[in-house]
């Protein structure tokens, strides 16, 4: 059995003892190529077959000492459970394969698809009882992968916390287990559920042979890489064990998330825009069709919980002057709701602050060429709110024990039917009764006390699974009763993104880090996993509120036009000259935000603590235009800077430039040359300063 598509070949096979083996993952190759599945022998007393084989979906059994696919105890307490080839069938693009324990009615379904133009492969499982007695499911992955034997491979990953997420690890791969993990109930700003995998000395932006995935799954997750006993790669990934149990009652199935993996041989660069591209074509909502994000505004840093009718309506005037095209109104507009320490969980508009309900409001905007957008943080509650007085149950607890808040707020507990049917109603309702075209939804705090009372013991861990498919369900029902609403996914910035949620929203919140200098850094780290059309990225106030840092206007565009372009300074204290400066550049971005929202994505100098300065490059998908981004950090007198070379251009076809934002070419850059000269030659520009930028636009 083998999967083909993008130049990539995935390939499996059954043993003479009945074991599924993988046989290869990387380049294509022919379809005479000899892969064969051979059991192994005992390699010593030590190291039974069972421990050696390797299985592409292993029960926790028969000595396996590497990480299981899945890990049983059925009811009389057996924890041994061997899984063994029973058939496999092709129903379009997918394939499934049954595998089924030796003794017990217990079979597992493994799903694949592979992508025809990325090579990117979708794999999950799905677990089902076929006994007349529960069997209790402690651990199971969507996939697990083996790469052959080495001691060259490193991992990279993205870690990071609050603010200063997506920070880029590199680590090599040994036999001590790498773990990737949240156990926050949602993906978390720790870990991303994303891995790439490089042979040493091999792996570059340009070069190299990369292995690559990513979780669809916005819970709890665990990703662990590591050498089995035999130096093989091992990669598994799924729900995270820690306080999870399932208790699989007589014909019940339970199916993991998706995990999606890759393969380039042309190095990280073309491993992420292969991955950018999958995304735009097949998890992102609208796929192909897919709106081009709009240029926002959020109110949030202008007023904070000091929201009115009046207030943010001269806000909008403002914010339609220098061409916006959505008005958000973040935290303050509903409830009892004057500060963080109350109201969360009353979902109705605040008849001190909006007289006269949002209806004036959004009527302005409309009239002022802009659509109008709301921030929600509906799985969250105050104690102080009508809703939590009338539903303290409603909340993760554990009976007679604490109930730990963060910010001021509780958890409300999504795997209740009647929690997720009240949220649903009552956004449904705020979205039909006022004319929104989009919601921030936010998520501001991780699980403590994690407890689901109301439900038998044995389901009440249920709830770090049950929890996210209901959100999943809220997101999905929203969308569909109302086609053209579209949805922002925010944690805290980027907690909780994944490409689970990315499957239901429509752009996500990057980071609280607005700072433009530390996006540089944040948004080089996100474009290794996910596509830069969804990577909101905002223009603030100067200093910047996190670290005081002082930058120009222009330089803080230049940052944030290399994502998904929001606002969100105090246009209240901005001078004749910063909106001159701002409609510059919106109407500039407008004019390239296809090019960077769907073309391709070049890290050709990517920022770095030891680098003066940065730069991107962005193609569009036809390769006639394309845009540089040039990004210093600070200079010196002696700097002799070296050229940059963008990439991705046709050699054969004759490119213009310009600067974007209309201002005179250096005297030594030519208007006009061709990709290959642009490519082999490069552009050189000594920009000097501090925190100065420039962008060039390419056209044909």
């Given amino acids: 059995m083998r999967l083909d598509g993008g130049g990539v070949t995935y390939a499996m096979g059954v043993d003479e003892q009945g074991y599924l083996q993988p046989l290869y993952w990387g380049q294509a190759l022919d379809e005479k190529a000899p892969l064969i599945a051979r059991h192994p022998t005992e390699l010593s007393g030590f190291d039974p077959a069972g421990s050696i084989t390797a299985q592409e979906y292993a029960g926790q059994g028969e000595g396996l000492v590497s990480e299981p696919g899945i890990k049983a105890v059925f009811a009389d307490g057996n924890r041994d459970l061997v899984l063994k080839y029973r058939g496999h069938k092709i129903s379009g693009e997918t394939l499934t394969v049954e595998l089924a324990d030796i003794r017990r009615p217990l079979t597992v379904i493994l799903h694949y698809a592979i992508d025809p133009a990325t090579g990117v492969i979708a794999r999950s499982a799905s677990v089902r009882n076929g006994d007349s007695k529960p069997v209790r499911i402690d651990q199971i992955a969507a996939a697990t992968y083996t790469l052959p034997v080495g001691n060259g491979y490193r991992l990279r ?414 246009l209240d204290h901005w001078q004749e000259a910063d909106f001159a400066t701002a409609r510059k550049w919106i109407a500039a971005y407008k004019s390239i935000r296809d090019i960077v929202q769907r073309g391709d994505l070049y890290r050709i100098a990517p920022p770095r603590p030891d680098a003066a300065s940065s730069a991107t490059f962005h193609v569009s998908p036809d390769k006639r235009r394309a845009v540089l981004f040039q990004m210093l950090h600070s200079s010196s007198f002696r700097d002799n800077v070296e050229a940059l070379h963008p990439e991705g251009l046709d050699p054969l076809r004759s490119y213009r430039v310009r600067m974007l934002d209309g201002s005179a070419l250096p005297d030594d850059v030519p208007t006009e040359a061709s990709g290959a000269y642009w490519m082999e030659q490069g552009l050189r520009v000594k920009l000097k300063g501090d925190y100065k930028g420039a962008a060039y636009l390419f056209e044909s």
């Avoid at 996914?489 to 919140?509: A, E, N, P, V, Y």
């Avoid at 106030?541 to 290399?562: C, H, I, K, V």
């Fill in 157 to 570: 990953y993205l870690t990071g916390r609050h603010a200063s997420e997506w920070s880029q690890v590199e680590t090599p791969v040994t036999p001590a287990l790498t773990v990737l993990e949240s156990r926050r109930g949602s993906t978390g700003h720790g870990n991303q559920p994303w891995f790439a995998l490089v042979k040493d000395g091999k792996g570059s932006e340009t070069d190299g042979p990369v292995w690559y995935g990513a979780l669809a799954w916005s819970g709890s997750f665990r990703l662990s890489v590591g050498l089995d006993n035999l130096s093989r790669v091992r990669i598994s990934g799924g729900y995270n064990p820690y306080d999870f149990s399932w208790a699989l009652k007589p014909g019940e199935s339970l199916d993991t998330p998706i995990f999606y993996t890759g393969y380039s041989s042309k190095g990280m660069g073309d491993a992420s825009r292969r991955f950018h591209a999958f995304q735009r074509a097949a998890i992102i909502p609208g796929g192909a069709k897919a709106k081009i994000r709009p240029v926002l505004y959020n109110s949030w840093e202008a007023t904070t919980f000091n929201v009115t009718e009046a207030g943010q309506m001269a806000l909008a005037e403002k914010a339609a002057k220098i061409g916006v095209e959505r008005f958000v109104v973040d935290d303050g507009w509903f409830g009892a709701r004057d500060d963080d320490k109350a109201g969360l969980g009353d979902w109705t508009v605040n008849p001190r602050k909006f007289p006269n309900g949002l209806k004036p409001l959004i009527d302005r905007v409309k009239v002022l060429g802009m659509d109008f957008g709301l921030w929600v943080e509906p799985e969250m509650v105050n104690v102080k709110s009508d809703l939590y007085r009338a539903h303290p149950d409603w909340v993760l607890n554990f009976p007679d024990r604490p109930r730990t808040e963060g910010r001021n707020q509780l958890v409300l507990n999504l795997a209740r039917t009647d929690v997720r049917d009240h949220l649903l109603a009552v956004l449904d309702r705020l979205v039909r009764q006022n004319d929104i075209a989009f919601l921030k939804w936010d998520y501001n705090r991780n699980w403590t006390e994690a407890g689901w009372p109301g439900v038998p013991p044995q389901d009440q861990q249920r709830v770090q699974v049950q929890y996210v498919r209901n959100l999943y369900y809220i997101l999905s029902e929203l969308r569909r009763r109302h086609p053209g609403l579209e949805i922002e996914g925010c944690s805290g910035g980027g907690g909780r993104i994944d490409l689970g949620i990315m499957g239901l929203t429509d752009q996500s919140w990057t980071s609280d880090n607005t700072d433009p200098y530390d996006r540089l850094i944040i948004q080089d780290g996100f474009t290794q996993a996910y596509a830069p059309s969804i990577m909101m990225a905002w223009v603030t106030d100067s200093p910047n509120w996190g670290n005081g840092r002082e930058t120009s206007l222009d330089y803080r565009f230049l940052s944030a036009m290399q994502g998904s372009l929001g606002i969100g300074a105090n």
